[in-house]
């Protein structure tokens, strides 16, 4: 079974239309990244996995289950979610921020504190007293660590991630995305990623789902998407091409 | 001898205004205690619930800003004749504080809750917390510095209109404010408005302090 799948799905906000019948399949383990113009309807998609919005028309199965089926706290719980911003808690300390949903699902303290112990290492924040600090005290690539480390807390079969390297410096971008490959080997999950950035499509990868005004206008392997005639992927593949004749 | 007789009878009476004072000063207090403990137990759960409700929130905040507008002496005045809550004394006079500290409470309390960033709370959805992790872990503790303030405000100026109290016979430090200046006699006045103008001073630093604790 797929672990999400989208059915026909449409999104419109009043008159706009945002998805125009939507449908593609999210195997187990792959990171499927949606690749795709700012307005295209990538970040909609994303939301509407984790039911942070319902559709219009169609439906979106996770683990077999409609979005509207699932009980949403349930659902939520299931699914790490790592933003831009980061979106941590300023009043929680790094330890407490990763240890959310494990204490909210009533994890016994010790193993909390093991898991956090053990993320931190994962995410190369390993050593210092990280723990105990407050996000304010952390810089922005810091701060996206400890966003994925909270994001994989409870052993979520789902990862959703929406441009979540777009506001760090080139080279802490870099950085974080060698960590994202790393940590798919390590713990194999199921990520859905959001982007713009073409390379960093191409670098993440095992799939790409191209929107284009609220339409699939590509999916399938990167090696695929780099022949795809369709025009959107031709300007995609522009400034891809653009950026490797500047190296 | 006319020396020592004099100081004698300055002696009893700086005594007799310690005496009264001691026990206005706790009728003041009570006054003060109850409109605030009150006026929260109304306003900040209402400011809560209509963190969520643009409209009901113009309808609170007008009503509030109103009861704002009413002179106090004539507040209390109004509330005299009302059966159960009027008549004269302590009670009446509540009510009326009560009303007073209303707004900014209530104000205070919505802006604190509103003030959230949009980013953190969507996050705290996203993350699985329902409706009431999210008010208790989230939104009250971050929202916390500006209740307070509202706090602050709201005892600083209750403390000031209960010295009105005593025009309907509430008690309180405005006892000896009113008879001084019924008498001309500024040391009563002075007993009054000096431990009242302390206690204001005294709330504003203590809950002052609170706020910046919370404001970590």
């Known amino acids: ?64 289950k409609t979005t509207v089926e699932w009980d949403r706290v349930r659902l939520r719980r299931g699914i790490g979610y790592v933003i831009q911003e980061g979106g941590l808690f300023p009043h929680f300390t790094v330890e407490r921020n990763i240890g959310l ?33 407050l996000p304010r005290e952390l810089s922005g690539g810091q701060r996206q660590r400890v966003g994925v480390a909270r994001a994989l807390a409870a052993d979520p079969k789902i990862l959703l991630f929406d441009e979540p390297f ?22 194999g999950k199921t990520s859905v990623f959001v982007t713009h950035d073409v390379q960093e499509a191409m670098k993440l990868a095992t799939r790409i789902a191209l929107l284009h005004e609220g ?33 | 001898m006319r020396r020592v007789v004099l100081n004698n009878a300055l002696n009893d ?20 205690l109850s409109a605030i403990l009150i006026a929260s137990a109304i306003a900040i759960p209402a400011g809560l619930f209509l963190a969520s ?57 919505v802006t604190g809750i509103l003030g959230v960033d949009p980013v953190v709370r969507d996050s705290a959805v996203a993350m699985g917390m329902t ?12 929202a916390a510095p500006t209740i307070i303030a509202g706090l602050r405000i709201a005892t600083v100026t209750t403390i000031g209109t209960a010295t009105i109290a005593a025009a309907i016979g509430a008690g309180g430090l405005g006892v000896f404010i009113f008879r001084g200046i019924a008498s001309v006699d500024k040391l009563q006045i002075l007993a009054g408005a000096i431990p009242a103008a302390l206690l204001a001073l005294a709330a504003d630093g203590a809950l002052g302090w609170l706020e910046k604790r919370f404001s970590r």
């Not at chain 1, 994890?107 to 007293?129: F, H, M, Q, Y």
């Not at chain 2, 700086?14 to 006054?31: C, N, T």
Request: glycine letters at 10%.
């Open chain 1, 1 to 64: 079974m797929s672990a999400v799948e989208f059915h026909d799905v449409h999104f419109r906000i009043g008159d706009r239309i945002i998805l125009n019948g939507l449908t593609l399949s999210i195997e187990p383990g792959e990171t499927l990244v949606l690749l795709g113009r700012s307005g295209s309807g990538k970040t909609t998609a994303l939301r509407l996995i984790n039911g942070m919005i319902l559709p219009s028309s169609g439906e979106i199965r996770v683990d077999g």
């Open chain 1, 101 to 133: 949903v494990p204490r909210l699902e009533n994890w016994p303290e010790g193993k909390v504190v093991a898991r956090v112990t053990t993320l931190l290492n994962s995410v190369s924040l390993s050593g210092g007293d990280f723990a105990r600090r």
């Open chain 1, 166 to 187: 777009g506001a760090l410096d080139p080279v802490t971008r870099l950085d974080l995305q060698r960590e994202f490959l790393r940590l798919r080997a390590e713990f």
């Open chain 1, 215 to 247: 339409n699939l206008a590509f999916i399938g392997a990167p090696a695929a998407f780099e022949v795809s005639p369709h025009p959107e992927a031709r300007a995609f593949l522009d400034v891809l091409h653009e950026a490797r004749r500047a190296q």
């Open chain 2, 13 to 32: 009476v700086l005594q007799d205004l310690l005496e009264e004072g001691v026990q206005l000063l706790g009728e003041h207090l009570v006054l003060v």
């Open chain 2, 53 to 109: 409700s643009p409209r009901a929130r113009r309808w609170a905040l007008g009503f509030a800003s109103v009861g704002q507008t009413i002179p106090s002496l004539a507040l209390f005045g109004f509330l005299i004749p009302i059966p159960f809550v009027g008549g004269i004394g302590p009670h009446t006079a509540i009510l009326a504080l009560v009303i007073y500290a209303l707004l900014p409470i209530l104000r205070n309390t």
């Open chain 2, 131 to 142: 409706r009431a992790q999210i008010l208790r872990m989230v939104e009250l503790p971050l």
